[in-house]
């Protein structure tokens, strides 16, 4: 009942049905008369199909139907690619739903089965016989650039050739002359030189993907059920593929089992789902196994990275120059060709005043899952790169990473900061952050305690990670002058009842962060309504206003936006009825916690509860008022906003096994103010062992032949209860200065600060060893390894 | 070949003629029609499936049906009296131990095996007691605060 609200650590609302059972996933809808489809996958990385007999598997006991390439043809359009990357040389090469001629990874669909039953669907794929030549395999970004590599496609979507399995080569460049910097630096101060493998991760969302869709062959309407993190996204893409008209169309995302960027492409199965319920006249429902998310649900990172930083002898970053061969897999997914572009090269500044800097990326297809979005999407991959050659400048002039942070952060600012990159920064104190996180772990304590050398042949690591991050994607001009097909904005509808409930329709699209919760409260905050009182419906295309989708960290800084407008509108509208039915002036009207009143007159005030009652019986409206209390708004923010904060790991790292021992993690984050303080907490823990799981375990591995090595999670090495240490979070609050609500944004600053943070730890421990690099993930054998290579030098 | 199976799920007895080859999970979600519990792999690794089978947890994705014939399985559905939710409901819920909710059904019951076990665990127990659940959301640190919670709530019953 009072703004404070706004800040306050409630418990979630979504909690109770997720702890009883009751929740709704995909997985969990059975429609009457459904039927189950099944994918047969490549088993082949790179292969042409020289047969297929399906005759066995259509003779399946419970078998409806068998599809293969050419069934398809005419029905189901190539998958779109949306991010339109401009200035460079974008090439896009077809993607079929189903491959027809030639498989180009391990996990391509082949064919799909649907039958009466899943087991009957599963059991009548294993009968499907499919002839393979073999073609020649590369899975690594870099040598499929090389000239000699075996080449995947043959022309793209415009008839073009795709040289070198390039799908684009695209540039950044800003500030002064980068190369004279470095010719300045090679003469006078320090280059600093080093490669950086960002290993394909496999995101791995809890909930595998699937769909249910029901088509109405008497109405042509079609329902699609999807784990997906933007319903109205694949509404537009479901519509462009599958040819029903979009007003025809619903897509529900009911309960979403995490996604981590997953589940914002669009996937050729579950537009087969829908092939198959018109195909069929029967609802259909498709559901991958683990091992088939693996294969096929879109990987993140994939990374070749050679960096350069020049430097003054003093610490001073005078340039940044980098190459970077981004793996693409074998078709780009949906939004994929923005994110080692966009998300990456345009933070590649970071917390830092960079004088000039090139970045050239080559986007490449290789043999592999497409790779999307995954949790950070670029800027992990650019804060990495940045922090890693900061330690190793700080390392080669024997200075404190935290000095040489020092020397070269923007100053603090609170209204606006353009960047190299052009990029404009809306709020930040860099210094501040890593002050404060200094301060409250006792680092220069740590270091003393370092300095007394290893205990029981354990060395002491402390890694430090500085970031910035640009989200709450972002204003609709910018993302078509960057290519991306689609608007950014976010749209939200307020509805009071006459009871004074209000229901709220969002576009937004959560899947497990727990908005429910804080957009009920913004509502709360700002018109005095009790959070209780407020039901939040999103994620049906049918009942929600457009909405772009929960990724990029934007659903409360965007979508909440939306929201406070909205709820504005409606306190406006309330003021001048409440004034009316207090044969008031307007301008003498003040607002309180829900009441409207008389200026000096509190006691005979009008409720928000009253003012809803009344428009919406509307007996007694001012002359011109409509009836009735709602309100839509389209919030199309003016500028990105740009969390940050500074991360710090303690490692210990025992040098006879390799083992890295994480025995500390502090974090201190920046969104801005928070309106629930225990669901940032909660992204940041996530966001952190996510970052952590790169640095340390995960990684996905193709072998010569591009089979997933890692094609299980007995084999993807997750991040588990007992690897981990007690994290400690912290904060401060920097208020967007361009936002409604002041709120920057929190889902993925854990995991971009905190790779950065567990390698830098380690690296700093085996100083004393002589290690200069490992390959992540720091596996005990891979740092065992280093240890005796660099005593052996 | 199918073979007859009764087991009681949640306090009710459940006779169905099955496969052998039928898992206990798939029995649950799609023969009793209780999807609260979950299918996250197929490699016995995450846990999402875990269930109480006589009391004891066990990982229902490894378990065939038959294996249950005669058993008392209690799911996520069974752990509430009523309206009254479980101690480990409420704690998950009051710590923030759960985020996008799939990996919950399982990660409770795997918490009731270890409290069950070892009623006033310490943090590192609880680390260890959950390695076989896996949650990609929380990080874990508010599920071991949930687990903690619970323990000291049962505890405080006893007294």
């Not at chain 1, 005095?528 to 409360?556: C, E, L, N, Q």
Request: proline share 6%; net charge negative; with cysteine.
């Amino acid at each position: 009942m009072s703004t404070r609200i706004f800040g306050s650590g409630i418990r979630r609302r979504e909690d109770p049905r997720l702890i009883t059972g009751s929740a709704t996933y995909t997985h969990d809808i059975t429609l009457p008369g459904m039927a189950y489809a099944a994918m047969l996958r490549s088993s082949h990385a790179h292969a042409r199909i020289t047969r297929i007999d399906t005759e066995k598997a259509k003779a399946a006991p419970g078998v409806l139907a068998v599809y293969t390439g050419g069934d398809i043809e005419g029905a189901l359009q190539p998958m779109p690619c949306a991010w339109l990357l401009p200035d460079s040389n974008l090439r896009i090469a077809p993607y079929p739903c189903i491959a027809k001629d030639v498989v180009r990874y391990t996990g391509d669909i082949v064919a799909v089965v649907v039958a009466e039953r899943m087991p009957q669907a599963h059991d009548a794929v294993e009968l499907i016989e499919v002839d393979y030549e073999p073609l020649p395999v590369v899975t690594d970004p870099e040598k499929a650039a090389a000239a000699d590599a075996p080449q995947l496609h043959g022309k793209d979507i415009n008839g073009d050739d795709i040289p070198g399995n390039q799908a684009f080569h695209w540039t950044v460049a800003g500030g002064g002359d980068v190369d004279a910097a470095f010719a300045e630096a090679e003469a006078n101060g320090v280059v600093i030189k080093e490669r950086i493998l960002q290993q394909r991760l496999i995101p791995n969302a809890m909930e595998p993907r699937g769909a249910v869709a029901q088509y109405n062959r008497a109405t042509g309407e079609l329902t699609l059920w999807n784990t997906t993190q933007n319903p109205h996204i694949v509404r537009f893409l479901c519509s462009v593929v599958t040819g029903v008209p979009e007003d025809k169309l619903r897509v529900i995302a009911p309960e979403v089992g995490g996604g981590f960027g997953s589940k914002i492409a669009a996937y050729p199965a579950d537009f087969l789902t829908v092939f198959c319920s018109k195909s069929l006249g029967r609802p259909v429902k498709w559901i991958e196994t683990r091992s088939e998310n693996y294969q096929a649900t879109t990987h993140g990172r994939d990374h070749v990275q050679d960096v350069e930083l020049a430097a003054t002898k003093d610490g001073k970053i005078t340039g940044l120059r980098c190459t970077v061969h981004a793996g693409m897999g074998a078709y780009l997914s949906t939004a994929a060709p923005g994110i080692p572009t966009i998300l990456h090269g345009l933070m590649l500044s970071g917390c830092y005043t960079i004088p000039a800097l090139k970045e050239d990326v080559y986007g490449v297809y290789t043999n592999g899952v497409p790779v999307e979005a995954y949790r950070g999407a670029g800027r992990p991959e650019a804060t990495f790169m940045l922090e890693r050659v900061i330690d190793m400048l700080a390392s080669e002039l024997d200075l404190d990473p935290a000095d040489v942070r020092r020397r070269n952060f923007i100053p603090k600012f609170d209204d606006g900061h353009e960047v190299v990159t052009t990029l404009n920064y809306d709020s930040g104190d860099y210094p501040g952050a890593l002050d404060k996180l200094l301060d409250h772990t006792g680092y220069a304590a740590l270091r003393e305690k370092q300095k007394a050398g290893p205990a029981n042949g354990k060395y002491l690591g402390l890694g430090l990670s500085s970031y910035v991050e640009i989200c709450g994607l972002g204003p609709s001009q910018v993302a078509g002058a960057i290519g991306f097909q689609g608007g950014l904005w976010e749209s939200a509808i307020v509805r009071f009842h006459p009871t004074g409930k209000v229901h709220v329709f969002i576009g937004a699209s959560p899947h497990g962060q727990g908005e429910e919760t804080t957009f009920a409260q913004i509502v709360a905050s700002e018109i005095g309504v009790d959070a209780g009182d407020v039901k939040i419906f999103h994620g049906d295309t049918d009942s929600t206003p457009m909405g772009w989708g929960t990724y990029g960290s934007r659903t409360t800084a965007v979508g909440g936006a939306a929201l406070a407008l909205a709820v504005r509108k409606i306190r406006d509208k309330a003021k001048v009825l409440a004034a009316h039915l207090l044969e008031a002036s307007v301008d003498d009207m003040d607002y309180e916690d829900g009441k409207f009143f008389v200026k000096g007159s509190p006691d005979k005030a009008k409720t928000i509860q009253d003012i809803a009652l009344m428009a919406n019986v509307a007996w007694n409206m001012p002359e011109g008022m409509e009836a009735g209390l709602e309100a839509s708004t389209f919030y199309d923010p003016p500028n990105f906003v740009f969390p940050y904060g500074a991360h710090l790991a303690v490692v210990e790292v025992d040098a006879s096994t390799g083992h890295v021992d994480l025995t500390g993690y502090t974090a201190l984050d920046d969104c801005g103010p928070q309106i629930n303080p225990i669901i940032v907490e909660g992204q940041v823990h996530g966001g952190i062992v996510q970052g952590v799981g790169q640095a340390l375990w995960e990684g996905a591995a193709y072998d010569e032949n591009g089979q997933l090595v890692t094609g299980s999670m007995l084999d993807y090495a997750l991040p588990r209860a007992d690897l981990l240490p007690d994290l400690d979070v912290i904060s401060t609050v920097t208020r967007s200065p361009h936002h409604p609500l002041g709120v920057k944004g929190i889902g993925e600053a854990g995991t971009i600060a905190s790779t950065a943070a567990v390698y830098n730890a380690v690296m700093d421990a085996l100083r004393p060893l002589g290690v200069k690099r490992v390959d992540m993930p720091l596996t005990p054998e891979r740092v065992w390894r280093a240890i005796q290579e660099a005593k052996g030098s | 070949m199918k073979v007859p199976v009764r087991i009681t799920v949640n306090g009710r007895l459940i006779e169905r003629e099955v496969e052998p080859r039928l898992l206990l999970v798939h029995f649950l979600r799609v023969f009793v029609e209780l999807t609260g519990t979950k299918v996250g792999c197929d490699t016995s690794q995450c846990g999402s499936c875990t269930v109480l089978i006589d009391g004891v947890s066990a990982k229902s994705c490894t378990t065939l049906a038959v294996q249950a014939d005669g058993a008392s399985v209690t799911t996520v559905e069974g752990l509430a009296d009523g309206e009254k939710l479980h101690p480990l409901q409420e704690s998950f819920w009051n710590k923030h131990g759960l985020q996008c909710g799939f990996c919950t059904p399982g990660m409770i019951l795997a918490s009731h095996e270890l409290l069950r076990t070892n009623p006033s665990p310490s943090d590192e127990e609880i680390r260890h007691g959950l390695e076989g659940n896996i949650c990609r959301c929380t990080g874990y640190q508010n599920i071991v605060r949930a687990v903690k919670d619970a323990a000291g709530a049962a505890a405080g019953a006893d007294q």
